[in-house]
């Protein structure tokens, strides 16, 4: 799908945003923010610092966005966005504070009255519950409510697509089968959580998980009513432990929130519920969405990833006091599915490696200041375990391709003409299809040949999620994006890379790889109690994953994010990725 642009004025579109972005004009004039048509904030003002402060309520916050929410339902949720939004509805044990920039990535409690009481061996976790927490009926929110919740991970039958952090750490044998399947009277059979109280809740590791917490700050961590459970229709309706409950939802079209008029702010310390309502609507029609922001009819872009190029372009050169350039704990990538011959072949994945354009890449998606650094290691730079290791000469070669060693590789792997595949793009996310179609072009220079398939990124669960449909569909790469769960090498790179995390659905080994190597170095490094040996195991994987071309980087993202001028307390949050802390927001009426 175009951006609107023909792919000639790429490059020119992507110089004008540079140009802007640094401070000048195309013409070469200030770039200065008095310059600006409007009198925003200024730019960049929301990067560690808040926008607007204010505590007034009141007003409807108006979200729009290319791409529904993947569920609502906190168990089967996995886009970052959804996290960032589901905390008006949903609560855990603890969170990420409301402060901007890297404080954000502090726990704190919140349904608890704070982080746990961790046992000395590091495998017990202890819990006290706030008082006056209640449901959207008024009823009592109680621990049994989050055991439950959390067991609803176990029912892979029905509950897929959420991150499986939990059930690995305290049922690593998988000897639980969900609550659904529960024998015991109360549903609440799963031995590693005790809820000896009302108020009380303990976990039982059998090993020690320095990152255990930051699972618990995950929507899987949450808590659901059992008796307001309607399994996989959960996510049509789900049932509000937060300030705002659902009033109405059309998938793919509409949600809207109300006040939940059943919650209690003297149980909330995190949550400053300031508008009345808050909308979003869902429009695949990117340009127009961009549009609609800066005429004010939007307030904010939902998904969080940033302006179209034409957006960029008229927001930095019209409204720049209205803008962030926000460095994102993402990664653009592809995935090269293992199990999709020629890619089984390490020689078959290094000629992708050596064919790629990775700067036509960058200037695709908006060049080094809109699309971000040309990417070398399978982490981000915020994450241990990156590392500037470059077998491949890409940074070396300032991007641009080694077709010689590209035919090497095919040689060596069996296809010196090259081969066929196909490659998954999602329509929804700006410059993804421009990027796929512009790898096509680039990999044809040594007869890879690889057809684009665009699928809508709502559905991506179950299509590049499911090696079952990726085998059927004939798919041997996934161009996709990813940040950490939370900021650890486990936390960004686990789903990806550890064989143990593929599942049937909602798989995000889009590689498919399964190297015991690679299993035992999460193993060791999320083991170690020392933060130096766990980033050398974690740089460890990085040359391993790089060396057999498992898994192909291509850009550290920066987004160019529009910040309407309603909003207040508007802040970029480390702990969502860069993207701003919804949870905050407020508007001037």
Known sequence: MSTGFPRRRLVAGASLVVAALVGTTACGGSGDDNDSKDKGAGFNAALNKVVNASSKKGGTL?????????????????????????????????????????????????????????????????????SGLTWEDGSKLTSADIKYGIERIWATDVITGGPAYIKQTLDPKGEYKGPYKDKTKDKLGLKAIATPDDQTIVFKLPKPNADFEQFLAMPTGAPVKASKDTGAKYTQHPFSSGPYKVQSYDAGKSLTLVRNTAWNKASDPIRPALPDKITVTISANLEENDKKLMEGDYDLDVNGTGMTQSGRITAVEDHRADVDNIQTSFVRYVALVHSAKPLDDVHCRKAVFYATDFAGLQQTRGGVQAGGEIANSVFPKSIPGYSDYDPYGILARKGKPDLTKAKDELKQCGKPSGFSTKITARTNNPSEVDTAEALQEQLAKVGIKIEVDSIDGAQSSSITGSPKVVKARGYGMTMSGWGPDFPTGQGYGQPLFDSRFIFDNGNYNESQIKDPKIDKLFDEAIASTDPAKSTAYYEEMNKQLIDNADWMPFIYEKNVSWRGPRLTNIYSSAAFNGRYDYVSLGVVK
């Open 62 to 130: 108006k979200f729009i966005g290319k791409q529904d929410f993947d569920s609502l339902d906190p168990q089967r949720t996995y886009y970052g966005m959804t996290w960032d939004f589901m905390r008006y509805f949903t609560r855990t044990l603890v969170t990420y504070d409301t402060k901007p920039g890297n404080a954000s990535n502090k726990l704190v409690g919140d349904l608890a009255t704070g982080p746990a009481q961790v046992s000395a061996d590091g495998k017990t976790y202890t819990y006290k519950l706030r």
